[in-house]
């Protein structure tokens, strides 16, 4: 059975920390009003380390970041693209280390993810929830 879901909602966010935190409360928000609050911690701290990551590498001449939420059948897309087309990969971090776990963070938490290259726009960093509503053996 295929479920109604809301159409995607994108919103733009500058290249300034407080992006961070409002890219977390977008999520929350968008969530909320689609009823899908299940994996909300889930998907809040995968925002967060994506907006992060994308404040961080992706965002040069003062370019920021665009977050895509979707939902279907289920499943719930978050969207992080930047204007980098640098591909960001799983790092080892050593107990020192002050950085480089925010991946290994989103792999960890999300039931999928992966990078799509946009060419001279850069990438999109996405992340995939299964939320209660999840058809059996759906992905992104």
Do not use: Y
């Not at 591909?87 to 993810?113: E, K, Q, Y």
Request: net charge neutral; aromatic share 6%; with cysteine.
């Amino acid at each position: 059975m295929r479920l109604t879901m809301p159409d995607a909602v994108k919103r733009f966010f500058a290249p300034a920390p407080e992006s961070v935190p409002q890219a977390r409360d977008f999520a929350l928000r968008t969530l909320a009003a689609w009823d899908l609050e299940g994996r909300a911690h889930d998907v809040r701290l995968c925002v967060s380390e994506l907006a992060t990551n994308a404040l961080t590498h992706g965002t040069h001449c003062g370019q920021g970041f665009h977050v895509t939420m979707s939902a279907e059948d289920g499943i719930v897309r978050v969207e992080v693209h930047d204007a980098s087309p640098c591909r960001p990969w799983l790092r080892r971090p050593t107990n020192d280390d002050v950085s480089g776990r925010g991946l290994r963070i989103v792999a960890m938490l999300c039931d999928d993810w992966g990078v799509e290259e946009r060419g001279a726009t850069g990438k999109v960093v996405w992340s995939c929830f299964k939320t209660s509503r999840a058809a059996q053996g759906t992905l992104c």
